[in-house]
């Protein structure tokens, strides 16, 4: 008998995997190089980001090392319903920027049988849950949490620290407005 391991994929089922983390730790990065795997193995493969992420590109998920894919922008998760209908595989950038229904639009899509890739960060800028994020976190069947680097005293970052006095939850920015931080250096806004 095989024994079961984490790199086995499901056999005639669908599934989702999500890959979380604060900002500068990969995971755009590793959504995009499961994407391409999954191109190479010339599987259809639809891309989707929010409308709300045109920091890099209008119309392709982008990392902060400047690897990208052409991508289909959206305002509504449940646009993805129909988009998708002849893909295999999906792959969801920046889920953190999409409501709720995002959760029910990716059990939909793996309840079909299809193979479904969501990134997105897991905590805001606080340092608390980041919703829909935790929500999807329940529902995956795989889910890596990457690190990035702390600028601030170079350990294994976990932790986004926004360096401007904006308060909104959500402020689409980069190197300029954020910077990853460790448990022991994130310092959370005064409220």
Not at 28 to 53: C, G, N, W, Y
Request: proline residues 6%.
């Amino acid at each position: 008998m095989e024994a079961v391991t984490l790199h086995n994929m499901p056999a005639n089922t669908g599934w989702i995997e999500v890959v979380c983390g604060c900002m500068f730790s990969g995971k755009t990065e590793e959504l995009i190089r499961r994407l391409r795997r999954a191109q190479i193995a010339k599987q259809s493969v639809m891309i989707f980001k929010p409308k709300i992420d045109n920091r890099y590109s209008p119309n392709h998920i982008v990392s902060h090392s400047e690897q990208s894919l052409i991508s289909t922008v959206i305002d509504n998760p449940l646009e993805i319903r129909s988009l998708a209908r002849d893909a295999k595989v999906i792959g969801i950038d920046e889920a953190q920027f999409f409501t709720p229904d995002l959760v029910d639009v990716c059990e939909e899509l793996a309840n079909e049988g299809k193979r479904v890739i969501v990134a997105g960060l897991d905590q805001d800028y606080r340092g608390k849950p980041f919703e829909p994020m935790p929500q999807l976190l329940a529902v995956a069947e795989y889910i890596t949490k990457t690190l990035a680097i702390c600028m601030s005293c170079g350990n294994p970052a976990d932790r986004t620290q926004r360096i401007t006095n904006q308060q909104e939850l959500v402020v689409v920015g980069a190197h300029n407005m954020y910077e990853a931080r460790c448990r022991r250096c994130f310092v959370p806004p005064q409220d």
